[in-house]
């Protein structure tokens, strides 16, 4: 009985002593030591925690590096694709913006009907100016059609087959195109030459002309129709000992960047050769 | 069997020819891939086929060139007799027989062209050829036959089954 009493007595002053060691405790009476004890603890409780996450780390590291190599492929991957699609947008802008120029021609020169091909190729010899185009006999293209840009005209049909065509440019040496001078109305002859060139022959020495001057096809000879816009007049050879004025020809198509062009489906070349008179010997 | 390559290998090389390489001009010039290649091809010691590749080219830029068809066709087999007649006496050195092969290949078949549009009333001027267009595309051409040697090199290697000793 009396054991049992003095227990409980051991008991009640225990709780009594934590009791009231708390409540000085959060009186605040045991700040200094409170402090540094907590303190204490932190500091250990971080060094234990960095330590355990550096060493979770440790063994979780590889499976990171690999699932972030996959992501960052997988990223890798995505971006080149948006990439592509990027150029592959812009080529579609500038085939756009071409074809739209190339619809404005069509409605303001409504006289004519077209059909756009795309120029795949060049003639393998570099001493002529020729294109082949996509476009052949199975699209209703036949031997002779004129073909120009929104910037003008570029040379006519030389040969087809079902699917392509060949065209030979005004720049290529063995091209011969009627012209007039709007400015001037007179007559001349346009020709190419090895280099691109557009030379202008066959001018009038009577004729003043320009430089400036715009060049138009005059429809002389049946080969191009009349009114097709080919450049610009510049540096004018004038001689008196010359039967003839002779100048140059800037055009405003750049016959080294030609991707799409439109050809005259309309007009019907006229062969003259069996009117002009043979050669007897 | 495997010489049948020459069949999509020279269209191939046609197709370069006319969507790209005569898109990239020096001056007036620019380079002939298909006498480069037969050139490389007819160098080889144990190829037997170069004739038959140097006739089936010249047909196939002839038929897409405003160039008379036999033109290419005679250039590219008097460039592959060139050839085989090399092949006999400096093929010790063959860097030094691509080039002197794509110098003289590449005159020859510049001659012909000139000499067919003269011939057909182009008023083409020798000089202004010979200085805008033949000598750039020499450049182009020598510039073009130090990798087609070896690359064909390997190509007669697989098709004629042959111990590459170079």
């Known amino acids: 009985m009396k054991s049992s009493f003095s227990r409980s007595l051991q008991t009640t002053i225990i709780f009594l002593v934590v009791g009231g060691i708390l409540a000085l405790a959060l009186g605040g009476y045991f700040s200094p ?21 550096t060493i979770r780390d440790f063994f979780n590291a590889p499976s990171d590096i690999v699932s972030l190599q996959q992501r960052n492929g997988q990223l890798e991957a995505e971006v080149s694709g948006l990439q592509t699609q990027v150029i592959q947008l812009q080529q579609q802008l500038t085939d756009t913006q071409v074809l739209a120029a190339l619809v404005d021609f069509s409605q303001t020169n409504p006289e004519s009907v077209y ?10 010899s570099p001493f002529l100016h020729y294109i082949i185009i996509n476009s052949g006999s199975s699209d209703g293209l036949r031997r002779g059609m004129p073909v120009v840009t929104n910037q003008g005209l570029i040379g006519r ?3 087809v087959i079902a699917n ?11 091209s011969a195109v009627n012209v007039r001078l709007q400015n001037a109305d007179t007559d001349a002859v346009l020709v190419g030459s090895t280099t691109g060139d557009l030379n202008l022959e066959m001018i009038s020495q009577d004729v003043e002309v320009q430089e400036g001057d715009v060049v138009l096809t005059s429809g002389l000879g049946g080969n191009y129709p009349s009114d097709l816009l080919v450049g610009q007049l510049f540096n004018l050879r004038t001689r008196d000992y010359e039967l003839f004025q002779q100048a140059s020809v800037q055009s405003a198509v750049d016959f080294s960047r030609l991707e799409i ?14 009117l002009t008179p043979e050669e007897t010997p | ?24 001009s020096l001056l007036g010039g620019y380079a002939d891939l298909m006498l480069v290649a037969l050139s490389a091809w007819a160098l080889q010691d144990d190829v037997e086929t170069s004739w038959h590749w140097a006739i089936f080219g010249g047909i196939l830029v002839g038929s897409v060139s405003a160039l008379p068809w036999y033109i290419p066709v005679i250039g590219y087999l008097l460039t592959v007799a060139l050839a085989r007649f090399m092949v006999k006496r400096i093929w010790q050195a063959p860097i030094l027989a691509i080039f002197v092969l794509v110098f003289l290949g590449t005159l020859t078949t510049h001659f012909l062209s000139i000499t067919a549009l003269r011939i057909s009333g182009s008023p083409l001027s ?32 697989w098709v004629y089954d042959i111990e590459d000793v170079q």
């Open chain 1, 164 to 174: 392509a065509a060949r065209v030979q440019l005004i720049t290529d040496p063995t």
């Open chain 1, 33 to 53: 030591t409170s402090d540094f004890l907590g303190t204490s603890f932190i500091s250990a409780q971080t060094w234990v925690s960095y330590r355990f996450l």
């Open chain 2, 1 to 24: 069997m495997k010489e049948l390559i020459a069949l999509p290998l020279l269209a191939l090389i046609l197709i370069l020819q006319t969507a790209i390489i005569s898109n990239i």
């Open chain 1, 157 to 159: 049909i030389d040969a």
């Open chain 1, 261 to 274: 062009v439109l050809v005259i489906m309309n007009f019907n070349p006229i062969d003259i050769a069996p």
């Open chain 1, 115 to 124: 059909k756009a091909a795309s120029v795949i190729g060049r003639d393998p």
């Open chain 2, 126 to 157: 020798i000089a202004d050829a010979l200085s805008t267009v033949t000598l750039p595309s020499l450049f182009i051409n020598l510039f073009l036959a130090l990798p087609a040697y070896p690359i064909f090199r390997d190509l007669a290697v």
